[in-house]
Structures are given as C-alpha cells and as structure tokens.
C-alpha cells in the first residue's frame, strides 16, 4: 500500500554536494541551565506528591490512633487473662473433686461395664 502525499521534490545535484555547516549556537549554556531548571522542578513535584502520600491526615494525629489501638489491645489481653484465670480455677475444682472421692474415680472407670449390665438387653431387628 502506498501513501498517499504531496510529491517529493528532490533538491538539485549540485545543492547535495554542498556540504552543510555546523551552527554553533551562543545560547547553549542557557538551554542547560532550563533544562537543569526544568528537571529540578520536575524533582520538587515528585517530592511533593510523595509527601502528601506519607504525611498523617490533618483530623488525626498518628500518636492518638496508636494509642487507641493500644486501648483496645490491653482490653483483648484483660479479657484473654480473666478467661485464662477462670479455666484455670475450674481445672483446679476438678482436681480437687477428684482427690477427695477416690473410689468415685475408680467407679467411673468401670462403670462403662457395668453400666450395660444394668441396662436392658437391646432388641435386635432382623428382616426376613
């Protein structure tokens, strides 16, 4: 496919054999300092927009939303302890109780036996 354009004008012969000449501009060290300007503005933004980003809001301090989060935490961990504290006295109830009637203990580990013969013999079912 081709495009389609104006024509292509090709300069003469002797035009091409000319050589082209460097130009020199006075103005480049101004065009460095606007490009050495131009990049630390670019900088100055980019640094700008990352500490928007990284900077606490304005309603709430960051000190005051850890020491929330801290309140909440001593809470969970009271709660945790009283929990703890309260299994631990119902362990010791069970111990006690099991050290003061010895022969129910020894009772209950046969009583499984014997609590099958106390019982009624099971009716079993057969299907003809």
């Not at 004008?9 to 020199?24: A, D, E, G």
């Not at 001593?74 to 631990?88: C, M, N, W, Y």
């Not at 010895?102 to 009583?111: E, F, N, T």
């Amino acid at each position: 496919m081709t495009k389609s354009g104006p024509p292509i004008v090709t300069p003469p012969l002797s035009t091409l054999k000319q050589k082209k000449r460097k130009v020199f501009y006075e103005h480049g060290k101004d065009s460095l300092e606007l490009a050495v300007s131009i990049g630390k503005t670019q900088e100055d933004k980019a640094l700008l927009k990352a500490e928007r980003h990284h900077q606490p809001q304005a309603g709430q301090p960051r000190s005051e939303r850890t020491y929330q989060k801290s309140r909440t935490k001593k809470k969970l961990e009271e709660v945790k302890a009283t929990i703890a504290s309260q299994r631990a006295r119902l362990k010791r109830e069970k111990v006690k109780m099991r050290k003061e009637r010895p022969g129910a203990a020894v009772h209950q580990k046969s009583s499984p036996s014997s609590n099958a013969q106390d019982r009624a013999p099971r009716k079993r079912v057969s299907f003809a």
